[in-house]
């Protein structure tokens, strides 16, 4: 079970912070520089970005794994939809933002380390993120991996601002920070992480091939996209999630086509399935402008002979957004 980070490691967090925030290392690494820092306790890698170099909100995503590394991959090679872009990510954030954003047990931290910040880009905002959760407090592994990160990222700027080279990376290798057998913190080339598996058929096949069997084909063209509803509180001790919706329009008629709300371990497939067999027609195209819900949909597509398009804009689907973000959220 997951235990809460104690007042030393605490301490030890906001210390690396301070010295991210006043030595500035987004002004060395600008936030396309992907670097990776070797846990030295685990073996496990953070794939980390320094945020700050264009002018933007200032801190560090160190993603975890390879379905952290895809997240923060599709999230800067604009892959990713308005509402996907903040749930895909899998890793630890830290920010440098307004104190308003901070909770109650973030000031409870700073009363312990008396701590105090001024300014409206200098309080410290750590996170954990887990795709599709609601982003949650560090616990003490997290708290002492994302020390780690921000020290070594720190040392990183500052060899760099020294005039150290960085060394020159391979296919599927990247510069990182390794600790050696005798303690010493070096920058060195580490491997990427394999990509995750491919997405399969995850709708089940006989609902599939009844709906080739009776679903009526037309030559409609639907416009879909993950828009989210809200956050979602369990019952049962787990973390809340974001619920999220395959909302699916048809481009023609203007009317939704379906909508199938998500919980965190639901795939589109089942969402587009359900929608479907709801209006009992199989769109000849679904247009759509995520590279990770292309991704999603495309092994039910192929089986259920579904034209993916991606396209630059939704018209239809931005006049349906915006008439539903201004219903009331979900709670």
Known sequence: MATSPDTTQW???????????????????????????EMPESGDTLYCSVLGATGSQRGLIATRGARGLLGYI???????????????????SFLLGDGSLLSDEDREVHAQLGLSFEGDSSWPLFRSLRAHLVATRLDAAEAASLTTALEQTN???KDLRAGASLPETGENEVVGRRRDATG???????????????????????????????????RAVWEATIMTLGQVETDDGTDAFWARLLLCVDAGTKQVAGGEVLGPDVSPQHALVAAIEKGGT?????????GLLESQLKPLADVLKIRLRRV????VMDEVRKQMKQAQPLS
């Open 312 to 315: 630059e804009r939704l018209r």
């Open 155 to 157: 040392l990183l700027a």
């Open 282 to 290: 199989i769109p000849r195209y679904v247009d759509l402008t995520s």
């Open 184 to 218: 010493t913190w070096n920058t060195t080339v580490l491997s990427m992480p394999p990509p995750p598996p491919d997405i399969r058929l995850e709708a089940d096949p006989v609902q599939c091939a009844v709906i080739l069997r009776r679903g009526r084909r037309s």
């Open 11 to 37: 301490k030890a967090l906001y210390d690396a912070a301070r010295q991210f925030h006043a030595q500035g290392p987004w002004e060395m690494l600008p936030e396309d520089r992907l670097f990776a820092v």
């Open 74 to 92: 599709m999230l800067t090679a604009d892959e990713l939809d308005e509402d996907e872009a903040p749930l895909e990510q899998d890793g630890l």
